[in-house]
């Protein structure tokens, strides 16, 4: 077996063969966090047999299995084990691993969350497996041969292919089956793209719904304090992109723009294992940076309740720029484009850019300005798993 670990309960296959079988895949940390209100939703669902299953994307503890503990996620079903590579290693390696996975489970659904490898590969995975029986579904008159492959967090366009995020999600919705966006923008693009309107759901964002779950948990609470930061005291800073952290003059020139604009304002940066491994030696190098609290990643409720209570995010993040919309704290996006606008629209967000003078008047200007008192954004209310998993019960019917 490609495999590292597979616990898959073939005993029960005969009792269940009348359900529709449903595999949902995660990997990194933002898709664990997307992936558990999918999987509670999908588990109270009835006629529906779901299967979790875990790419080994991300491995350490702090980036995998607290989110797991902390969202209710079971023991996958099959773990794939991938870890680091290049693009094209960790890709194919997935489909590769992926494969006798879909052969055992015989899926009917494979749910594909985000845009990072794993959501590539394992679409193309199953968007080519035949299957030993067909079936039959809703979308199309003749029985369908391979799994109908869903795309949770279509559409986003960020127009920037030097991302690798945005190849993943171009190439993903081309050949997703259904299509479930987060804002209207992203119903905009795929209709530009040709995608047919029946295979395309506006139901809003399943990170929401992970995020209120855990906003007024005990862990979300106490976490400024434990930290030894008060409400609204603090600048809190994640930074993981490439263009952003793997070029130690650009991440020293970043850092040092962000300590300038920010004055004396204690900053908490959890830092992701990929900006880390420069880290340490340009925070050596630095007195400015000498102050700020760089932690290890921190758990899911912890870092929604620093996100909550923050004076200020500085952020190039996805999922933070819309947790920050939700909980109506300043984002500042060190990043050209975002593929989410509604959290510029909605004036909690603000893009910065890269030239370091724009991101200093940015983050002044974004700490002077009164706080945004905003609503979330439409469907943006912790009930969007339901509406999908409601969607697919009907596609079945
Ligand atoms: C990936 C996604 C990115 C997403 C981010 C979320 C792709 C192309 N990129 O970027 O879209 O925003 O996850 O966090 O899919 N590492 C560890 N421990 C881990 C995981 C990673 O040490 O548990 C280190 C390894 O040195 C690895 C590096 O981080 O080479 C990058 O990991 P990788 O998953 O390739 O990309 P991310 O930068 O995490
Ligand atoms: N997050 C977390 N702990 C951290 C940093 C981020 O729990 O120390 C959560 C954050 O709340 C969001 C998700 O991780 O839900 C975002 O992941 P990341 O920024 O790595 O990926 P992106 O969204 O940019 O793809």
């Known amino acids: 077996m490609a495999f590292t670990r597979c616990v898959l309960d073939f005993t029960r296959r005969g009792r269940l063969d009348s359900l529709v079988r449903v595999i949902c895949v995660a990997g990194a940390r933002p898709n664990f966090v997307k992936v558990g209100p999918l999987w509670r939703a999908l588990s109270a669902a009835s006629g529906v047999d779901p299967y979790f299953v875990h790419t080994g994307q991300h491995y350490d503890d702090k980036m995998s299995q607290v989110f797991l503990d902390q969202l209710g996620l079971p023991v996958p079903a099959a773990m794939l084990g991938v870890g680091s590579g290049t693009h094209a290693e960790q890709t194919a390696a997935l489909m590769q691993r992926f494969e006798p996975v879909l052969e055992q489970i015989q899926p009917h659904v494979v749910i594909v969350v985000g845009d990072v490898n794993s959501t590539l590969a394992c679409a193309l995975t199953a968007a080519k497996f035949q299957l030993r029986v067909p079936f039959g579904w809703r979308l199309e008159a003749a029985p369908r041969t391979r799994p109908v492959v869903v795309h949770v967090e279509a559409g986003l366009r960020s127009g920037d292919n030097a991302m690798p ?207 945004p008192a905003v609503a979330a954004p439409p469907l943006w209310d912790g009930q969007t798993a339901p509406r999908i998993v409601e969607i697919l019960q009907r596609a079945f019917a």
Do not use: K
Request: aromatic letters at 4%; proline letters at 6%.
């Open 165 to 371: 995020e945005e190849i993943n999600r171009r190439a993903t919705d081309a050949i997703s089956d259904l299509l479930f966006t987060t804002e209207v923008a992203a119903n905009d693009h795929l209709a530009r793209e040709g995608v047919a309107a029946e295979r395309v759901h506006f139901v809003g964002n399943v990170m929401i719904d992970s995020l209120l779950s855990v906003a007024s948990s005990d862990a979300a609470r106490r976490a400024p304090a434990d930290l030894g930061v008060s409400a609204r005291g603090y600048v809190l800073v994640t930074l993981h992109r490439p263009s952003n952290v793997d070029e130690p003059v650009h991440l020293t020139a970043l850092l040092h723009a962000i300590a300038s604009a920010v004055g004396d304002l204690p900053v908490v940066f959890p830092a992701h294992p990929r900006t880390r491994a420069r880290l340490d030696a340009i925070v050596a190098a630095s007195p400015a940076l000498a102050r700020w609290r760089i932690i290890e990643p921190l758990g899911y409720s912890e870092f929604v309740g620093l996100l909550g209570n923050a004076a200020l995010v500085c952020t190039d993040s996805g999922g933070v720029q819309e947790e920050t919309t939700v909980l109506a704290t300043p984002c500042v996006t060190l990043r050209d484009s975002t593929e989410r606008p509604i959290t510029i629209t909605h004036g909690t967000n603000r893009l910065a850019g890269t030239s370091m003078p724009h991101i200093v008047d940015v983050i002044r200007t974004t700490l002077a300005a009164p706080r």
